[in-house]
C-alpha cells in the first residue's frame, strides 16, 4: 500500500505479487460493490490497477522495479530462478500478461491491439530456452516461451478473442489441448495443483473458458466433441453442438446461441444457467468470425 507495488529490495517474487495482488484486489472490489461498500469499491479498484507499475514500455514486460522507483538491472525475459527471483515459477515472458481483471488496460499499455497481437504471436513462436542455473521445473508444456504447465499462463491463448485474430485462440487451444495432453501416465504436461490442469483441459474440451473468474463470461476457443451437455437444477440442459467437426477443422466458422448468430467470442455465465443450445460450426481455415466491428 505504500509503494503501490511489491519493491523487489524488499521482498521475492515481487513481480507475481504485485500482479497476483492487483487480481485479488479487483476480486473484494467486486465484493464491496456487492455490497453497496462504494468507498471500498473505489479503494479496490483503484488498486487493482497497480499491474501497471510494474510494466516497462521501453521493454514491453512487467519488470522488477527496487523501493527507489529504479527498474532491478540486469533484465532478461527469458531467464528464471526457481522462487528466488522475481516471478514464481516463471519468467517476464510467461508473466507479462497476468491481467485477468483488465486485459483491454493491459492492450493498451502495448499501443493497441495490432501491437498486442504481435507480442502474443512472439510468445509462441519464440524459442524455448529458459535462462538460469536453477530453472523453475514447473515451467513446462511449452509452445515458445508459453508454458502450460504452469497456471499463470493458462488464460493466454484466449487474449487473442480480445484482438481481431480470435482465430489465433482456435489454433493454439487446438494445439495446447492435442499435443501437451496424452492418456499416458505422464500425460500432464505441468504440475495438477488442485486439479487446474485436467480443469483447463475439460473446459476447453467443451470449447470455452473463463479468462477472469469473478466476472461470469466465458471466451470462446475450439471445442473437442460434436456435442457436450450440461445438466442443470429443474430439468433443464445447456449443449454445444458443434458441425463440421474435425482434426483439420479447428477454426469457428460461425456460431448460435439459441438459434441468433453469435458474433463475439464471449457469452455470459447466465446464458448457461437459463439452459438452451450453442451450436458451433467449423471449417479448415481461418476466419473472421469473432472480430468486433
Avoid at 43 to 66: E, H, Q
Avoid at 139 to 154: C, D, K, M, T, V
Avoid at 170 to 190: A, H, N, W
Avoid at 207 to 218: I, R
Amino acid at each position: 500500500r505504500t509503494y503501490n507495488y511489491i519493491p523487489c529490495d524488499l521482498e521475492k517474487e515481487s513481480v507475481a505479487k504485485t500482479l497476483e495482488y492487483a487480481y485479488d484486489d479487483w476480486c473484494m472490489a467486486q465484493m464491496a460493490k456487492a455490497l453497496n461498500k462504494e468507498d471500498d469499491y473505489l479503494f479496490f479498484i483503484k488498486a487493482s490497477k497497480n499491474y501497471k507499475n510494474v510494466f516497462d514500455a521501453t521493454t514491453g514486460f512487467m519488470r522488477a522495479k527496487l523501493s527507489n522507483g529504479n527498474w532491478k538491472t540486469p533484465f532478461s525475459p527469458f531467464a528464471s530462478a526457481h522462487r528466488d527471483d522475481d516471478y514464481t515459477e516463471g519468467n517476464a515472458w510467461q508473466y507479462s500478461w497476468l491481467v485477468p481483471h483488465d486485459v483491454e488496460g493491459l492492450i493498451a499499455l502495448h499501443g493497441g491491439k495490432t501491437a498486442f497481437a504481435n507480442k502474443l504471436d512472439s510468445l509462441f513462436t519464440l524459442h524455448s530456452i529458459i535462462e538460469g542455473d536453477n530453472v523453475s521445473p514447473d515451467i513446462s508444456g511449452l509452445i515458445g516461451q508459453y508454458a502450460q504447465g504452469n497456471e499463470p499462463s493458462h488464460h493466454v491463448a484466449y487474449l487473442f478473442n480480445y484482438t481481431d485474430t480470435p482465430y489465433k485462440t482456435q489454433y493454439y487451444v487446438d494445439k495446447i489441448r492435442r499435443e501437451l495432453y496424452t492418456d499416458r501416465p505422464d500425460g500432464i504436461c505441468g504440475n495438477e495443483d488442485c486439479g487446474q490442469m485436467s480443469a483447463w483441459y475439460v473446459l476447453n474440451s467443451m470449447g470455452f473458458y473463463q479468462v477472469c473468474p469473478g466476472k461470469p463470461v466465458y471466451s470462446i476457443g475450439r471445442p473437442a466433441f460434436d456435442k457436450a451437455v450440461i445438466n442443470l437444477p429443474g430439468e433443464k440442459t445447456f449443449s454445444i453442438v458443434v458441425k463440421n467437426n474435425a482434426k483439420t477443422h479447428k477454426y469457428i466458422e460461425s456460431v448460435l446461441l439459441n438459434g441468433k448468430p453469435l458474433d463475439t467470442p464471449f457469452f455470459n455465465h447466465q446464458d448457461i444457467t437459463a439452459g438452451g443450445v450453442m451450436e458451433i460450426k467449423m471449417t479448415d481455415r481461418p476466419t473472421k468470425w469473432g472480430v468486433s466491428k
